[in-house]
């Protein structure tokens, strides 16, 4: 599985982005998707996951009630919207793919994700 995310850019304080990612090489339909994030010297850190059909999601505390993970099987594509960015939004978003379900504790870890993404640039000016 290849993942190609796009979609970053320089936006403002308050403004929203939406970042996609698609997969190529083989569906993805089966997979749990997810977002993670890397901010300037620090580790990544989880974002949003989706089980396979988009019906189970999560997400960081951060990005609770601004940002929604979505997706489209039968484009192979997973999304991340994000609304009213902050300056401390502002990292490289990478998306991830596991083969298989994966229980809640283990979404939030980028070990258990197999595929990833080259990641794209988010940057929030103040």
């Known amino acids: 599985v290849q993942l190609q995310a796009s979609g970053g850019g320089l936006v403002q304080s308050g403004e929203s982005l939406r970042l996609s990612c698609a997969a190529s090489?083989?569906?993805?339909?089966?997979?749990?998707m997810g977002w993670f994030r890397r901010m300037s010297g620090k580790e990544r850190e989880f974002v949003a996951g989706?089980?396979?059909?988009?019906?189970?999601?999560r997400y960081a505390d951060f990005a609770k009630g601004r940002f929604t993970i979505s997706r489209n099987n039968a484009k192979n594509t997973v999304y991340l919207q994000m609304s009213s960015l902050k300056p401390e939004d502002t990292a490289v978003y990478y998306c991830?793919?596991?083969?298989?379900?994966?229980?809640?504790?283990?979404?939030?870890?980028?070990?258990?994700?197999?595929?990833w993404g080259q990641g794209t640039l988010v940057t929030v000016s103040s």
């Open positions: 090489g083989r569906t993805t339909s089966s997979h749990t």
């Open positions: 991830a793919a596991h083969e298989g379900t994966l229980i809640a504790s283990a979404s939030y870890s980028d070990l258990h994700y197999e595929y």
């Open positions: 989706s089980s396979w059909n988009g019906i189970r999601t």
